[in-house]
């Protein structure tokens, strides 16, 4: 029998055990081996009942994606192969499910003709989030056992559900008490007990269930269901291919007999396989892993322990910080050395999880437990002793340098001390200490109890063992943590540089920034630059800008438009003004932007023109790439991927681009650089000065390579 089962006969029920760590993954080995056992067991005529189970702390992660686009997926048995064989078993076959079932794996326990879960079992269909559907039955079988309605959001959201939905749904036969991972159980309890639940079944002749024979119940559906489901998703789907076609399979499965919804499902699923969006989402599923990976550190390295942490500052950015840890346990304590603007810092805290608790995502007593561990103090010795300090205070050196001396002197030894900065030099900050080597930054990002993304930012002294303790400090507190070098804005802030440098440009030049976000919001983007810097707040770039005047002297026009406005007290939505004008949640254009953009443009001689929608993009998404090419010719990102987290987590690039080195890897990295090469010499002084082609994205283009291509040595 194969490494990756067990096989064992208890009484007269079956075990298959899988045994494929880490996750199970139904490869083309473990597919051979299941069909193998139920074959085996399907022969023997003292097996009565057969219970398919797993011997890791989940049952099945789901379809190997390494095999996808690889001949692999044709080896036999394919997955949809194995589990018709299944669902058309002679004895009934148990799917017993402690853990995770995810995508193929609940396929898998979906082909069974009855599912036994334990209380920590949850169930999903995540392919979305590749750029796929469910490509083994899932949108056929589950709108059968379970309801059209929740079959429908679970393959188009992809969230999983818990135990108790499931079998609410009818999609878990049997709760178990036990789980064969609770610390406190008997050993093997669980699986004893599907086993006991097996032998039943056997007993009292339950009926065996093939899918074929149940028909999916519309009778409760509104008329307009599905096309009312499009209308709800449209702005979260948005440049996406894969939730529409799963809608259309769901659709199948209630206008269609069992073997045709399969068909239709695995037409749908190859048509999803050969889109961009595909190839983008996927990449991203596989940054996510890499990026945990830094070169030249050994992931054994030992990590510092953290159970205590201090935030720096109550503000916005520092109460969101703190959010996080009392939301995964951690005690916290907020310092600011203004008692009012404490005062008002926690509440802000409070307020929050009072509106997580209107939402039932929060109990009364879940939010009081983490404002009881939230504490609060004016004076620096009362974090003495804690694992971790997050300075979150204004964004200036010689205030962030005076923060970290104190702490230099107040601190225990060992302590790490992280900067939340989102431009300043780290290693100047750490020079500001005695032990540069416990110094890090922290770039999270705002609101940051919400943004996924973390900047974990390296300085030249940062030890080893800080780096890894910090990125699995991040995923404890459900951050994606991308590790990047020292450089005035480090990957995020960097390349938004250039991005937005011709955003404001093309405003001098003729284009209305209406023009401009709607061509960046038709590309993906979450907003247009402009309504962005409105958001965010134009005084906020405005004075990020005051820190590097002297760089930007070379190019007067330099976001010009934007300082003009900061000049005007146009601070964006705060003020009610700023590129446009705002009422309430309603924005609209502002004439008064067209005529300081033309006297401006007057001012700094420049020609105003017409200005295409293709200008545009390319303009401003190709020298995002180009200054992506030249921070991983420096080092400053890892690896390619990295810089495609960290924008479509921290900066609303689109998901199904994949990020904007996806994207030109894509298209083709020879039209970013004819592109960047023509709007060179078309735009005169202003192109020689800032379209100059990156000399990474020039050796890749002559070699033929792509970024993906391109490692940064350690």
């Not at 601190?411 to 540069?436: F, H, M, Q, W, Y």
């Not at 406005?565 to 932007?593: A, M, N, S, W």
Request: proline letters at 5%; charged letters at 25%; a negative charge.
């Amino acid at each position: 029998m194969s490494t990756v089962t067990h096989y064992q006969v208890h009484d007269n029920i079956a075990l298959i055990t899988m045994d494929a760590p880490p996750v199970n993954g139904l490869g083309k080995h473990l597919r051979r081996a299941l069909l193998e056992g139920f074959e085996k067991a399907c022969a023997d005529d003292q097996v009565a009942g057969i219970v398919i189970a797993s011997a890791g702390k989940l049952f099945s992660g789901g379809a190997d994606i390494k095999e996808f686009g690889t001949t692999d997926p044709l080896a036999e048995p394919s997955l949809p192969q194995l589990l018709n064989a299944l669902e058309i078993s002679t004895k009934p076959v148990v799917a017993a499910i402690d853990g995770q079932a995810l995508g193929g794996g609940l396929e898998l326990a979906l082909a069974c003709d009855y599912r036994f879960a334990s209380p920590r079992a949850r169930f999903g269909l995540p392919e979305v989030h590749l750029g796929l559907l469910p490509g083994a039955g899932g949108t056929q079988r589950l709108p059968r056992i379970a309801d059209v309605p929740l079959a429908l959001e679970m393959i188009v959201s992809g969230k999983p559900i818990g135990v108790d939905k499931a079998l609410q749904a009818r999609l878990v036969d049997r709760r178990s008490k036990y789980s064969d991972k609770d610390e406190n159980g008997a050993e093997n309890a669980f699986t004893e007990a599907a086993l006991d639940y097996a032998r039943e079944l056997v007993e009292t002749e339950a009926p065996l269930r093939d899918c074929a024979e149940i028909p999916v119940d519309t009778s409760a559906l509104p008329e307009n269901f599905f096309s009312d489901f499009r209308r709800s998703i449209a702005r979260r789907s948005r440049g996406l291919f894969a939730p529409e076609c799963c809608i259309q399979a769901v659709e199948a499965a209630c206008q269609l007999p069992l073997t045709e919804g399969l068909q239709k499902e695995r037409a749908l699923f190859a048509a999803c396989m050969d889109t961009p969006q595909a190839r983008a989402q996927q990449h991203l599923f596989f940054a996510e892993r890499a990026a945990t990976k830094v070169p030249g550190i050994d992931p054994q390295c030992p990590r510092r322990k953290i159970t205590t942490v201090a935030v720096i500052g109550s503000g916005t950015m520092g109460g969101g910080i703190a959010m996080n840890f009392l939301n995964a346990g951690f005690k916290t304590t907020i310092l600011d050395l203004n008692a009012d603007a404490l005062e008002r810092g926690v509440g802000v805290i409070r307020k929050n999880y009072e509106i997580s608790a209107k939402k039932g995502k929060l109990t009364a007593a879940q939010l009081e437990a983490r404002m009881d561990a939230l504490k609060t103090t004016t004076t620096y010795d009362d974090i003495k002793d804690v694992d971790l300090v997050i300075e979150a205070v204004f964004e200036n050196m010689e205030i962030k340098k005076k923060v970290f001396q104190t702490l230099d002197q107040v601190c225990k030894p060992g302590a790490i001390l992280a900067s939340n900065t989102s431009t300043l030099d780290v290693n100047e900050i750490a020079a500001a200490t005695s032990r540069p080597q416990d110094v890090i930054g922290l770039h999270f990002f705002s609101p940051a109890n919400v943004m996924r993304l973390l900047e974990i930012v390296r300085g030249e002294a940062t030890a080893d063992d800080v780096i890894v303790t910090c990125i699995d400090m991040a995923q404890k507190i459900k951050k994606l943590p991308v590790v990047v070098g020292v450089c005035f804005g480090f990957v995020g802030n960097r390349m938004l540089g250039p991005y937005g440098r011709e955003a404001c440009r093309l405003v001098l030049e003729g284009a209305t920034p209406a023009q401009i976000d709607k061509v960046l919001y038709d590309f993906g983007m979450a907003m247009g630059y402009l309504s962005m810097c409105d958001l965010a707040g134009i005084d906020v770039g405005f004075l990020v800008r005051e820190g590097i005047r002297e760089q930007l002297a070379i190019d007067p026009s330099y976001e010009k438009i934007a300082d003009e406005l900061y000049h005007l007290g146009r601070y964006g939505q705060k003020t009610g003004r700023g590129f446009y004008i705002y009422e309430g949640r309603e924005k609209h254009e502002d004439p008064e932007v067209a005529e300081l953009a033309a006297k401006t443009a007057a001012e700094l001689g420049i020609e105003r023109r017409q200005i295409s929608d293709e200008e545009i993009l390319e303009r401003t998404i190709f020298m995002l790439i180009n200054e992506g090419a030249q921070i991983l010719d420096e080092g400053i990102a890892n690896r390619s991927s990295d810089c495609d987290l960290v924008y479509c987590n921290g900066y609303g690039f689109p998901i199904g681009r994949g990020g904007p080195m996806q994207y030109a890897d894509e298209i083709g990295l020879d039209k970013v650089l004819d592109s960047i090469n023509k709007y060179r010499r078309e735009l005169g002084d202003y192109g020689e000065l800032w379209f100059k082609p990156a000399p990474l994205l020039e050796k890749l283009v002559a070699e033929g390579k792509r970024f993906k291509d391109y490692q940064v040595q350690a």
